[in-house]
């Protein structure tokens, strides 16, 4: 049973900057895509960000392309997320965990952790 254990979220201004990071238990080995995805008060979880097993291949929703960072560590089975230039639309809760790609849609794969809430005030 895989346990994602997302961190890093908090309160901070917009233009601001946090850095989540997310910890996999339970998997030691997959070549899925991860991804964070997002989700605001009364809305749907929305991609934010993949990256491929490898590292070379990194993946942005329009709204985050330019402003976030996604990256992974192998070796330590983590995958973070660099949130720069933050805005009060990024306020949700962020997961993390394994996805697919079909046509330009991400689908997980995992099960939603526990997340990370994100608040960011005008």
């Known amino acids: 049973q895989v346990q994602l254990v997302e961190s890093g979220g908090g309160l901070v201004q917009a233009g601001g900057s946090l850095r989540l990071s997310c910890a996999i238990h339970g998997r030691t080995f997959s070549s899925a895509p991860m991804t964070w995805f997002r989700q605001a008060p009364g809305k749907e979880h929305e991609f934010v960000a993949a990256?491929?097993?490898?590292?070379?291949?990194?993946y942005y929703a329009p709204s985050t392309l330019g402003r976030f960072t996604i990256s992974r560590d192998n070796a330590k089975n983590t995958v973070d997320l660099q949130m720069n230039s933050l805005r009060t639309e990024d306020t949700a809760v962020y997961y993390c965990g394994a996805a697919y790609q079909h046509g330009n849609k991400w689908y997980p794969i995992d099960s939603w952790g526990q997340g990370t809430q994100v608040t960011v005030s005008s």
């Open positions: 990256i491929s097993w490898s590292g070379d291949r990194t």
